[in-house]
């Protein structure tokens, strides 16, 4: 099924429409407010106590090492895997592109994806394919649910990661993930869930956990826009864990 990647929506500016109007922001999955909780956890560490946590020398940078090592286990608590395979990125878009092109094994060079992924996945595979990988576009029904059958055979035909995403951005859709990742541990396949319309719902933790790798957006769930979104690296919480993949990006400096 081809994927539409050209599609654009021009609205109104809400001033053009109306200077009088007021308007209300409904478009909450896009970005979100930051939570006032947040808000105040994050204060501190723009004004008095900011450091750069790679400064091992002094207490500033010790203070906010503790800051990040803190929010990392939070990050891994919440879905289930372990504090060492999460790394941060800027957004789900760069946690995408991370799973999608960080690592190269020579193996993976055959894709899966829903015919409804966002942008920042189907990218980074038209790159794999421009590459010489092969891509798998798999169709959904009419309610936007990935087809398991059509997905079967591509497994079949020797797809080594899937992605898919755990909910639509425009239509809410959750899809089958626990089936999906059976499906995947059965073919050897990696999988790939783009989370970031699930996190700020809960509820899909242990689903999430099932997969390999797991992107995330800070700033559509309370979090500070531009910053704190984060792929989880390398398999699931249901024991059964895979060996780290030689070439996958383990941390910042290398993502
Ligand atoms: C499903 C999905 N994936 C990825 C992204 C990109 O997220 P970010 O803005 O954190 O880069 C979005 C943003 O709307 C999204 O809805």
């Known amino acids: 099924m081809p994927v539409n990647e ?3 929506v021009v609205f109104p500016s809400p001033a053009g429409v109306n200077e009088n109007v007021n308007p209300i922001y409904l478009d909450n999955q896009a970005t979100a407010a930051m939570s006032p909780g ?10 008095d106590g900011y ?27 919440a879905l289930g895997f372990d504090a060492d395979e999460v790394v941060f990125t800027s957004g789900a878009t760069e946690a995408n592109n991370l799973a999608l092109l960080g690592f190269d094994r020579e193996e993976c060079t055959s894709f899966a994806i829903s015919a409804i992924e966002h942008k920042s996945v189907i990218a980074p595979v038209r790159e ?3 590459n010489g990988s092969t891509a798998h576009v798999v169709g959904v029904d009419r309610d936007g649910r990935i087809d398991l059958d059509e997905l079967r055979t591509a497994l079949a ?12 951005n425009e239509i809410g859709t959750v899809q089958p993930l626990s089936e999906i990742a059976e499906m995947c541990r059965a073919s050897g396949a990696l999988l790939h869930v783009d989370a970031a319309q699930a996190l700020p719902f809960g509820g899909f933790n242990a689903q999430v956990a099932a997969a390999d790798l797991v992107s995330v957006s800070s700033h559509k769930a309370g979090g500070p826009a531009g910053v704190g979104a984060q792929p989880v690296f390398l398999t699931s919480a249901e024991g059964d864990r895979r060996e780290p993949l030689p070439d996958a990006p383990r941390d910042e400096q290398r993502a």
Do not use: K
């Open 6 to 8: 050209n599609v654009l």
């Open 38 to 47: 947040v808000l105040d956890a994050m204060i501190p560490y723009f004004s």
């Open 51 to 77: 450091g750069n946590p790679h400064s091992s020398e002094h207490a500033f940078g010790w203070r906010a090492g503790d800051a990040v090592d803190t929010a990392r286990s939070q990050i891994a608590d």
């Open 128 to 130: 794999r394919e421009r």
């Open 157 to 168: 035909s020797g797809v080594a990661m899937v992605s898919v995403m755990a909910a639509n």
